[in-house]
């Protein structure tokens, strides 16, 4: 059974810091692309950032320079370091998992507000 398991949201202030994690248990996350999307209420769950098997990597407009993912092979797990967050950040973040198959996590709420 495939689980993905997306932790370490929470409240933040503006220009704060976050590290998102998605633990994977079932497959292997080097094999698989895998991406972070965000979804806000009465919007279309968009994408945030992916990182291919071979590691490389892709983001929106609206986080380059701000976000980075990274994937530990060791842990199985897919991680998304936000810097410089702003209020417009402020969603639910979903980890997905693709391949022959596609996962989803169950997503974890990240609010940025003073």
């Known amino acids: 059974q495939v689980q993905l398991v997306e932790s370490g949201g929470g409240l933040v202030q503006p220009g704060g810091s976050l590290r998102l994690s998605c633990a994977a248990s079932?497959?292997?996350?080097?094999?698989?692309?895998m991406g972070w999307y965000r979804q806000t209420p009465g919007k279309q769950r968009e994408l945030v950032a992916r990182?291919?098997?071979?590691?490389?990597?892709s983001y929106a407009d609206s986080v380059k320079g701000r976000f980075t993912i990274s994937r530990d092979n060791v842990r199985n797990t897919v991680y998304l370091q936000m810097n410089s967050l702003k209020p417009e950040d402020t969603a639910v973040y979903y980890c997905?998992?693709?391949?022959?198959?596609?996962?989803w996590g169950q997503g974890t709420q990240v609010t940025v507000s003073s």
């Open positions: 997905k998992a693709d391949l022959v198959a596609t996962y």
């Open positions: 079932g497959i292997a996350v080097r094999f698989y692309l």
């Open positions: 990182i291919t098997s071979g590691g490389g990597t």
